[in-house]
């Protein structure tokens, strides 16, 4: 079975870090670039965070840029979101998705709403209160 399978969400204060992973099954990660992306209630999916698979060259959405750090372990076959400093907006189920490296890192952390991707996960919760 191919499928993307996040880990690591839960409840944290504010203020605390969590370290979200994405672990792919049947299939490898390092041919796909790799984003993470959260969806608040209410509100559109938006893209945190994405990787590229040719050189590791990373894009950050403005609102976590030096709060957040993407990585991937191609040989653990895995890509990583360390969430620092976390704010109570914050708040969201988090994903991941990989796309076809045809599609700047930019791109698929922006255009979330009008690209299809080639993977998804099926989310993890991540919740920031005190």
């Known amino acids: 079975q191919l499928q993307l399978v996040e880990s690591g969400g839960g409840l944290v204060q504010p203020g605390g870090s969590l370290r979200l992973s994405c672990a792919a099954s049947?299939?490898?990660?390092?041919?796909?670039?790799i984003g993470w992306f959260r969806q608040a209630p209410g509100k559109e999916r938006e893209g945190v965070s994405c990787i590229s698979s040719s050189d590791g060259s990373t894009y950050y959405a403005d609102s976590v840029k030096g709060r957040f750090t993407i990585s991937r372990d191609n040989a653990k076959n895995t890509v990583y979101l360390q969430m620092n400093s976390l704010k109570p907006e914050d708040t969201a189920v988090y994903y991941c998705a990989a796309r076809d490296p045809i599609t700047t890192i930019q791109d698929m952390c922006i255009m979330v709403t009008r690209l299809k991707y080639d993977y998804w996960g099926q989310g993890t919760q991540v919740t920031v209160s005190s």
């Open positions: 049947g299939f490898t990660l390092d041919y796909y670039n």
